[in-house]
Antibody
Framework: EVQLVESGGGLVKPGGSLRLSCAAS????????MNWVRQAPGKGLEWVSS????????YYADSVKGRFTISRDNAKNSLYLQMNSLRAEDTAVYYC?????????WGQGTLVTVSS | AIRMTQSPSSFSASTGDRVTITCRAS??????LAWYQQKPGKAPKLLIY???TLQSGVPSRFSGSGSGTDFTLTISCLQSEDFATYYC??????????FGPGTKVDIK
């Protein structure tokens, strides 16, 4: 069974940092590109970042470019999102999702709250 | 960036109704379109990819059509578990991957 489990969310002050993790199981993690998608409270879905299977290709939304860093460790079946210089508008539930034709598997999400 | 729009933004329907949601891309995306269902407090669920291919395990009352810029999601006979918010997403040209703003279907 495919599982994606996010962790690392929490309350952080503006300007602070947080590192999200996504533990993958039930599939060959090293064969898939992965995405981070976020959803602000009461709002729609916003793509944040993508990373190819071997980390050769990395993309970011303009809203996080220069502040967030996506990475993966295929040996540990894990995906990461390092978030620096956090702003109030980064407050959201962050989902990791397996990429394909659409994202066919999603984690349960982890809540990041940026507030003083 | 390709902009995705959806209509309507919300509507009320009854179980048994046939409902259609429209998604439009700001430029042609061939058939690189996915539809998701999301219920409150839950992660999105992939329903359809490649505009019209039903994801494994998704009931056949869901169907998708369209190509280029105009797409539709149809639920042939609305069930109680279908009351949710639906999003379209293009994956033709990225970055960025872009989602529509969502269509909320609630109970009449």
């Amino acid at each position: 069974e495919v599982q994606l489990v996010e962790s690392g969310g929490g309350l952080v002050k503006p300007g602070g940092s947080l590192r999200l993790s996504c533990a993958a199981s039930g599939f060959t993690f090293s064969s898939y590109s992965m995405n981070w998608v976020r959803q602000a409270p009461g709002k729609g879905l916003e793509w944040v970042s993508s990373i190819s299977s071997s980390s050769s290709y990395i993309y970011y939304a303009d809203s996080v470019k220069g502040r967030f860093t996506i990475s993966r460790d295929n040996a540990k079946n894990s995906l990461y999102l390092q978030m620096n210089s956090l702003r109030a508008e980064d407050t959201a539930v962050y989902y990791c999702a397996r990429d394909g034709e659409g994202s066919d598997y999603w984690g349960q999400g982890t809540l990041v709250t940026v507030s003083s | 960036a390709i902009r995705m729009t959806q209509s309507p933004s919300s509507f009320s329907a009854s179980t048994g109704d046939r409902v259609t949601i429209t998604c439009r891309a700001s430029q042609g995306i061939s058939s690189y379109l996915a539809w998701y269902q999301q219920k409150p407090g839950k992660a999105p669920k992939l329903l359809i990819y490649a505009a019209s291919t039903l994801q494994s395990g998704v009931p056949s009352r869901f169907s998708g059509s369209g190509s280029g810029t105009d797409f539709t999601l149809t639920i042939s006979c609305l069930q109680s578990e279908d009351f949710a918010t639906y999003y379209c997403q293009q994956y033709y040209s990225y970055p960025p991957i872009t989602f529509g703003p969502g269509t909320k279907v609630d109970i009449k």
